[in-house]
């Protein structure tokens, strides 16, 4: 039993220590002047698929507030915004936002985006082969639907 609360002592209490290191969760303000514009179609795949690690309008689900979890989270959503963020497209020159279409086409091709870990824990958000057609004609100016 004793050597049992000692485990439980060296476990429990790092536990509950690291839970008080600061991880930023924090969601820039938008301005809509750089955000992205696109179709309903098209804005609807990338909010369920994309945002919360490529926008400033992250969903923070519970287990982002409990570390370590939390830890590899915040670093995600912060790699994913610097790598593109949809919040501030228009920041972006064009010859930079041709480049990172070509870049999306690539990634839901080869079917690194979503990340697999990322799909772990939200099913919902893996493309569809419909899903994948919509963001292609997109970025390549095909015709989308609304």
């Given at each position: 039993m004793k050597k049992i609360k000692i485990v439980l002592v060296f476990i429990l209490v790092?536990?509950?220590?690291?839970?008080?290191?600061p991880v930023n969760r924090d969601n820039p303000p938008i301005d809509n002047s750089l955000a992205l514009t696109v179709p309903s179609n098209v804005e609807k795949i990338l909010k369920n698929s994309c945002y919360d690690c490529h926008s400033n309008e992250?969903?923070?689900?519970?287990?982002?507030?409990?570390?370590?979890?939390?830890w590899l989270v915040s670093r995600d959503v912060k790699f994913g915004r610097e790598e593109l963020?949809?919040?501030?497209?228009n920041k972006m020159t064009e010859e930079k936002r041709l480049h990172k279409k070509d870049e999306i086409i690539e990634e839901i091709s080869r079917e690194t985006m979503p990340m697999?870990?990322?799909l772990l824990?939200?099913?919902?958000?893996?493309?569809?082969?419909?899903?994948?057609?919509?963001?292609?004609?997109?970025?390549t100016g095909r015709e989308t639907l609304n």
């Open positions: 790092p536990f509950l220590l690291i839970q008080f290191i992250t969903i923070w689900p519970a287990y982002s507030y409990v570390a370590p979890v939390s963020n949809f919040s501030e497209w697999p870990i990322y824990t939200h099913p919902s958000a893996s493309l569809s082969d419909e899903d994948k057609l919509i963001i292609k004609n997109w970025l």
